[in-house]
């Protein structure tokens, strides 16, 4: 696994990461985005749709816990979840929702601590800090995914993004 850090200063570099992200992403991928209210979680997924070539408009679903983006053939491709009104991972067994992650499609998943038991070992995780509009954000990724990431770094250093990599 690898960890990297980075800072994005506005809420458009945080989409382009998504959307970089989401240019490299594959079904069964499950993203999870955790930070506080605001932090920039459905920013980031809103990119991540634009990425995966997914044109309808992402927008919170709170009160849904999931909403379903299909493509243009009517093909189910992004499950974007966002877990914060679950009270606890027993909610998540009980509606069924653990199932999406056998689905061909890429789950991002806001909140994700909340259901922390239920996620796949293997996933990207994103958490996000920050205020104003300065944004700290550590993105791991599991190893298999090293190629499609550098192609990640590329693209965001040239839209100025810096990445570390506290392991280095
Ligand atoms: N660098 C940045 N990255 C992301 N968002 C930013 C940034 N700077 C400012 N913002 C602002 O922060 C807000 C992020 O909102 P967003 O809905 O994406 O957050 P969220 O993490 O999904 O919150 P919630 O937990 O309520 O779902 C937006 O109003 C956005 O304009
Ligand atoms: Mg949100």
Redesign the pocket.
Known sequence: MTVWKTV????????KLGEAIGKVAAPFDVIT?D????????????GLARGMGLSSRVT?P?FTIVNEYNDQQGVPRLFHF?T?RLSCVDDFYDAGLDEYFDREGVCAI??SSVIAEALPEERIALS?S?N????EISISFPDRLNEAFSKVKETMEKEGMRFEDPGM
């Open positions: 994005s200063t506005s809420v458009e570099m945080t989409e985005l930070g506080d209210l605001g932090a920039g979680k459905t920013a980031f997924t809103r919170s709170t966002d914060y806001e909140w996000i920050g104003d509009n300065t944004r």
